[in-house]
C-alpha cells in the first residue's frame, strides 16, 4: 500500500478552509472545527496545511462537475488518444476535445478551471499564514518554496490550457475583490517564473525515502525549463522573473546544472519508469503519488481518495483476466502513433495491443485495438482494498530525465548530441544527428502517452500544430466503427486554448472575455 506522501503523517482537516476562490465556496461555513484563525499555529499545522496543497496535484476530477485526469484529457486533445469510453454519450465531453469542438460548457474544462484554482488558493492561504507559525526560519523557509513551486505548477497548467485567467497572489479577502479580471498571460508567466526562482534558491537537492513526493531544487529547475520552452514557442518572448531574465542560454544554464549535478540518470531499462520499482527512481525528476491508502469507496467525492484515474479510465474493458481488469478504455491509442512508433523498441512499452489481452474484452468506443500501456490497468498497479476502480496505485511521473536532458538539446546545449544518443541509446537505438527535426521527433517516441504530446505541438505554431493534429481517413485493422468518428480536424482558430468556463465569466458578471476561436 502506498500513501500519497510520505512524510509526516496528516489528517486532511482543512476541507472548509482550505477551498476555491469562488464566492460560492467563499461564503460556506467551517465543515468541521478548524478555524483559519486559530490553525497556523505549530509546525504539524503548517505541514498539514502543506500536504493540503500537495494534495490538488494528484485530484483528477471535481465533485458535481467532471472526471479530467491530466494525461488522459491532454492525450485525448494529442495526436496520441481518442475520447473512446463505453459509448458515444459516455465520453461526449471527452470527444469534444477529441474533435475540438469544445463548447464554453464543457464539463471537463470547467473541473481544469477549478481544480488549478483550488491549488493556487491552498498555496496563497499558507503562504499569507506561515509567518504566525511557531517554527524555525529554516521550516517556514523550505513550506515557503514548496508553495511558491506548487502555486507556479497550477497556473502553469491552468495558463496554458486556458491563456486567460485571473492571475491571484493573494487570497480573496471579501465580496469587494471578487470580481477579478483577466490578467495578460505574459503577466501570469513572468510570476510562474518568479516562483520558481525564488523556489530553486531555497529547495533541497536531496529528498530522503521518508519524505518521498516533496519538491526539490532539480524540480524546480526542469519545471522552469519547461515553461520557457512553452512560453517562447508561443509569444516569442523571455521570462521577466523580477529582476532576473530567464532566456534560453538561463534555462539551458539549470538543466545543465541539473544533468551534471543532480545526481538522476536514465534507467538502463525503459520499462522501469512505470513500474511500481521505479517510483521516485533515478529517472524522476517530479512525480505526483497515487495509491490505496486510506482505502476508498466514495464515488460521490473522488478527490478523497489517492487512486490514479488515468490508470483507471485508459485501462481496457477486461474481465476475467489475471492481468488486467475493469478499465473504461477512455484515450483509445491512435493508429497514428502505432505508425510512428514501428521499428522502435518503446513501441510495445508505450500501447498495449489488443491481442495480447487475457480475459474477456467489452469494445468500447472509438475502438481501435490499442490502449496506453504506461498509465493503465494491469495488475501490478491493483489496489488492495476499497472500491476497485479508485485505488490505482501508479504514480505519474510529470518530468523524467529523458525529458530534462531533450529539452537541454532543444535549447541547443553544446552536449546535444551526447544528450541525444543517451536517449536513444538506452532503447538500442543508433545515433542520429541532433537536429531540431531529430530531437522533436525523439520527444514523440519517447514521451507519448505522458500527456506532453499536445504542448509541444502547440509551441511549434499553429501550421506544425494543424498538419499533426488534424486527422482524417487513417485507421488500423482493429478500428470498430466507421471512419467519420475517427477524423477530426485541428481548428486553428483557438489556437490551442480551451474556452473559458461559461459558469467563470457568468460569475465574472462581464469581466472575463471568451478566448479566441469560441
Same mark, same amino acid.
Given at each position: 500500500? #502506498?500513501? #500519497?506522501?510520505?512524510?509526516?503523517?496528516?489528517?486532511?482537516?482543512?476541507?472548509?478552509?482550505?477551498?476555491?476562490?469562488?464566492? +460560492?465556496?467563499?461564503?460556506?461555513?467551517?465543515?468541521?472545527?478548524?478555524?483559519?484563525?486559530?490553525?497556523?499555529?505549530?509546525?504539524?499545522?503548517? @505541514?498539514?496545511?502543506?500536504?493540503? %496543497?500537495?494534495?490538488?496535484?494528484?485530484?483528477?476530477? @471535481?465533485?458535481?462537475?467532471?472526471?479530467?485526469?491530466?494525461?488522459?484529457?491532454?492525450?485525448?486533445?494529442?495526436?496520441?488518444?481518442?475520447?473512446?469510453?463505453?459509448?458515444?454519450?459516455?465520453?461526449?465531453?471527452?470527444?469534444?476535445?477529441?474533435? *475540438?469542438? $469544445?463548447?464554453?460548457?464543457?464539463?471537463?474544462?470547467?473541473?481544469?478551471?477549478?481544480?488549478?484554482?483550488?491549488?493556487?488558493?491552498?498555496?496563497?492561504?499558507?503562504?499569507?499564514?506561515?509567518?504566525?507559525?511557531?517554527?524555525?526560519?529554516?521550516?517556514?523557509?523550505?513550506?515557503?518554496?514548496?508553495?511558491?513551486?506548487?502555486?507556479?505548477?497550477?497556473?502553469?497548467?491552468?495558463?496554458?490550457?486556458?491563456?486567460?485567467?485571473?492571475?491571484?497572489?493573494?487570497?480573496?479577502?471579501?465580496?469587494?475583490?471578487?470580481?477579478?479580471?483577466?490578467?495578460?498571460?505574459?503577466?501570469?508567466?513572468?510570476?510562474?517564473?518568479?516562483?520558481?526562482?525564488?523556489?530553486?534558491?531555497?529547495?533541497?537537492? +536531496?529528498?530522503?525515502?521518508?519524505?518521498?513526493?516533496?519538491?526539490?531544487?532539480?524540480?524546480?529547475?526542469?519545471?522552469?525549463?519547461?515553461?520557457?520552452?512553452?512560453?517562447?514557442?508561443?509569444?516569442?518572448?523571455?521570462?521577466?522573473?523580477?529582476?532576473?531574465?530567464?532566456?534560453?542560454? #538561463?534555462?539551458?544554464?539549470?538543466?545543465?546544472?541539473?544533468?551534471? /549535478?543532480?545526481?538522476?540518470?536514465?534507467?538502463?531499462?525503459?520499462?522501469?519508469?512505470?513500474?511500481?520499482?521505479?517510483?521516485?527512481?533515478?529517472?524522476?525528476?517530479?512525480? $505526483?503519488?497515487?495509491?490505496?491508502?486510506?482505502?476508498?469507496?466514495?464515488?460521490?467525492?473522488?478527490?478523497?481518495?489517492?487512486?490514479?484515474?488515468?490508470?483507471? @479510465?485508459?485501462?481496457?474493458?477486461?474481465?476475467?483476466?489475471?492481468?488486467?481488469?475493469?478499465?473504461?478504455?477512455?484515450?483509445?491509442?491512435?493508429?497514428?502513433?502505432?505508425?510512428?512508433?514501428?521499428?522502435?523498441?518503446?513501441?510495445?512499452?508505450? %500501447?498495449?495491443?489488443?491481442?495480447?489481452?487475457?480475459?474477456?474484452?467489452?469494445?468500447?468506443?472509438?475502438?481501435?485495438?490499442?490502449?496506453?500501456?504506461? *498509465?493503465?490497468?494491469?495488475?501490478?498497479?491493483?489496489?488492495?482494498?476499497?472500491?476497485?476502480?479508485? /485505488?490505482?496505485?501508479?504514480?505519474?511521473? %510529470?518530468?523524467?530525465?529523458?525529458?530534462?536532458?531533450?529539452?537541454?538539446?532543444?535549447?541547443?546545449?553544446?552536449?546535444?548530441? =551526447?544528450?541525444?544518443?543517451?536517449?536513444?541509446?538506452?532503447?538500442?537505438?543508433?545515433?542520429?544527428?541532433?537536429?531540431?527535426?531529430?530531437?522533436?521527433?525523439?520527444?514523440?517516441?519517447?514521451?507519448?502517452?505522458?500527456?506532453?504530446?499536445?504542448?509541444?505541438?502547440?509551441? =511549434?505554431? @499553429?501550421?506544425?500544430?494543424?498538419?499533426?493534429?488534424? %486527422?482524417?481517413?487513417?485507421?488500423?485493422?482493429? *478500428?470498430?466503427?466507421?471512419?467519420?468518428?475517427?477524423?477530426?480536424?485541428? /481548428?486553428?482558430?483557438?489556437?490551442?486554448?480551451?474556452?473559458?468556463?461559461?459558469?467563470?465569466?457568468?460569475?465574472?458578471?462581464?469581466?472575463?472575455?471568451?478566448?479566441?476561436? *469560441?
Amino acid at each position: 500500500m #502506498k500513501r #500519497k506522501i510520505l512524510f509526516p503523517a496528516i489528517f486532511l482537516l482543512l476541507a472548509a478552509i482550505l477551498n476555491s476562490c469562488s464566492k +460560492d465556496f467563499l461564503d460556506r461555513q467551517p465543515l468541521d472545527q478548524v478555524a483559519s484563525s486559530t490553525f497556523y499555529k505549530t509546525e504539524e499545522d503548517a @505541514m498539514q496545511a502543506l500536504v493540503a %496543497v500537495y494534495d490538488v496535484l494528484g485530484y483528477q476530477s @471535481m465533485p458535481d462537475i467532471s472526471w479530467a485526469p491530466f494525461v488522459v484529457m491532454s492525450d485525448i486533445l494529442s495526436d496520441d488518444s481518442y475520447a473512446g469510453g463505453a459509448d458515444a454519450n459516455d465520453g461526449k465531453d471527452e470527444n469534444e476535445l477529441n474533435t *475540438y469542438n $469544445i463548447p464554453p460548457g464543457n464539463l471537463i474544462v470547467h473541473a481544469i478551471w477549478k481544480k488549478n484554482y483550488y491549488g493556487i488558493y491552498r498555496a496563497n492561504l499558507l503562504l499569507e499564514k506561515i509567518g504566525d507559525v511557531d517554527a524555525s526560519q529554516e521550516f517556514k523557509d523550505r513550506i515557503i518554496a514548496e508553495c511558491k513551486f506548487l502555486r507556479a505548477y497550477f497556473y502553469f497548467e491552468q495558463v496554458r490550457f486556458f491563456e486567460n485567467i485571473p492571475l491571484l497572489t493573494e487570497t480573496i479577502k471579501g465580496p469587494s475583490e471578487y470580481a477579478q479580471e483577466q490578467n495578460a498571460p505574459e503577466a501570469v508567466y513572468n510570476q510562474i517564473a518568479t516562483d520558481l526562482l525564488s523556489a530553486i534558491n531555497t529547495l533541497p537537492e +536531496d529528498i530522503p525515502p521518508a519524505e518521498a513526493g516533496r519538491i526539490s531544487k532539480w524540480a524546480a529547475e526542469a519545471l522552469l525549463a519547461r515553461v520557457y520552452l512553452f512560453y517562447n514557442g508561443v509569444y516569442n518572448k523571455d521570462l521577466d522573473a523580477s529582476d532576473v531574465v530567464v532566456n534560453k542560454a #538561463k534555462a539551458l544554464e539549470f538543466l545543465e546544472d541539473l544533468i551534471l /549535478n543532480s545526481g538522476h540518470d536514465l534507467f538502463a531499462d525503459y520499462r522501469m519508469n512505470f513500474k511500481l520499482a521505479g517510483e521516485f527512481g533515478v529517472e524522476s525528476v517530479f512525480e $505526483i503519488s497515487y495509491g490505496d491508502t486510506p482505502e476508498w469507496w466514495d464515488w460521490e467525492y473522488v478527490i478523497g481518495g489517492e487512486g490514479n484515474l488515468s490508470a483507471q @479510465m485508459q485501462g481496457p474493458r477486461v474481465t476475467g483476466s489475471d492481468n488486467w481488469d475493469r478499465g473504461w478504455s477512455f484515450g483509445t491509442v491512435s493508429q497514428k502513433l502505432v505508425d510512428d512508433l514501428q521499428g522502435d523498441p518503446r513501441l510495445y512499452h508505450t %500501447v498495449l495491443f489488443q491481442d495480447s489481452l487475457d480475459g474477456d474484452l467489452t469494445l468500447g468506443y472509438q475502438h481501435t485495438g490499442y490502449y496506453s500501456k504506461k *498509465y493503465s490497468s494491469d495488475a501490478e498497479h491493483w489496489g488492495v482494498g476499497g472500491q476497485f476502480e479508485l /485505488n490505482r496505485t501508479c504514480n505519474h511521473r %510529470v518530468i523524467r530525465f529523458s525529458d530534462v536532458l531533450l529539452m537541454a538539446a532543444e535549447l541547443g546545449s553544446p552536449n546535444a548530441q =551526447q544528450y541525444l544518443d543517451r536517449v536513444r541509446e538506452r532503447v538500442g537505438l543508433e545515433s542520429v544527428p541532433a537536429t531540431m527535426e531529430n530531437i522533436l521527433r525523439e520527444r514523440r517516441l519517447e514521451l507519448s502517452l505522458e500527456g506532453i504530446r499536445y504542448f509541444d505541438l502547440i509551441r =511549434q505554431g @499553429m501550421t506544425v500544430a494543424s498538419e499533426e493534429l488534424t %486527422v482524417v481517413g487513417l485507421r488500423g485493422p482493429d *478500428y470498430v466503427g466507421a471512419q467519420v468518428i475517427f477524423d477530426h480536424t485541428f /481548428n486553428t482558430a483557438t489556437r490551442g486554448f480551451l474556452p473559458i468556463p461559461q459558469s467563470e465569466i457568468d460569475l465574472s458578471g462581464g469581466l472575463f472575455q471568451q478566448n479566441e476561436g *469560441y
